[in-house]
């Protein structure tokens, strides 16, 4: 088993556990009230999370079964949840990420170094540490939806940020190709963060370290700067102190990353 899957694992496991201590005192009034996400109550971000935490299992054992194992219905199973009343897309969210969690920790390391998983949209299987990123980055980003609803000083789970960083200087590199639109800036820009840098010019990329030629500074916690990539650092979630100085602003870098 690689070390990144190792960690992942671990965080999806640290991640679970803190969010159902959050879930399960929630009230009915909290559960339909806004969450981080714009569009979505508490309720509907935990079923989305509830129904990938779903379609994940079924696709890592479609690819980790030895047989032909069935590859998941999407649409009937985001019907499902939709349908679903707030109360169950919570309790159902709890029940379906802990079945998901427990069976990462439960992969072979034989399995955990050689799989390849087959995730339905991609031109070819990738590696489970690619897999296990591509459910940390949703996970980490929908549970501070959750608890910004609640807190609006929340933050990334501790450790999430900097495990996320190296994915995404990583296997989770081609992710920022869907996501972000490096066009709305005028300049090219290459940004220092915290142990990284954001290069910006026909397409956005997490390099690390830092080395000469940075054309920006970006002030402020790992933690917001890999909220930033998910467009979670609107101005009223944006921590006291936090500020890009050089050729590029915060409010230039938030247009780049308009969010998911």
Do not use: C
Request: net charge negative; proline share 5%; aromatic share 6%.
């Amino acid at each position: 088993m690689t070390e990144l899957a190792v960690r992942s694992i671990a965080a999806l496991r640290a991640n679970h556990d803190e969010l159902e201590g959050v879930v399960t005192g929630l009230t009915p009034d909290q559960l339909t009230g806004p969450s981080g996400a714009s569009e979505w109550t508490i309720a509907d971000t935990l079923s989305h999370l509830g129904s990938g935490a779903e379609i994940t299992l079924a696709t890592l054992s479609a690819s980790l079964s030895d047989g032909d194992a069935e590859k998941p219905d999407n649409q009937s199973i985001w019907d499902r949840w939709n349908a679903a009343s707030p109360e169950e897309q919570a309790s159902w969210f709890l029940e379906h990420d802990a079945r998901l969690v427990a069976f990462t920790e439960g992969i072979s390391a034989e399995q955990r170094e050689s799989a390849g998983i087959d995730m339905g949209f991609l031109p070819e299987p990738v590696s489970l540490d690619v897999a296990l990123g591509m459910r940390l980055n949703e996970v980490a980003a929908h549970a501070w939806d959750v608890r910004v609803g609640l807190d609006p000083s929340a933050a990334l789970r501790a450790g999430s940020a900097e495990l996320l960083a190296e994915h995404f200087a990583g296997g989770l590199a081609f992710l920022l190709g869907f996501s972000t639109k490096p066009d709305q800036l005028s300049q090219q820009a290459v940004v220092a963060l915290d142990g990284y840098e954001l290069a910006i010019d026909e397409s956005v990329r997490v390099v690390p370290g830092q080395a000469e030629g940075e054309t920006a500074t970006f002030s402020g916690p790992l933690e917001s700067a890999i909220r930033l990539l998910s467009g979670r650092l609107k101005p009223e979630y944006t921590p006291a102190g936090v500020e890009v100085t050089g050729n590029v602003t915060l409010d230039d870098l938030r247009r780049v990353f308009p969010g998911y």
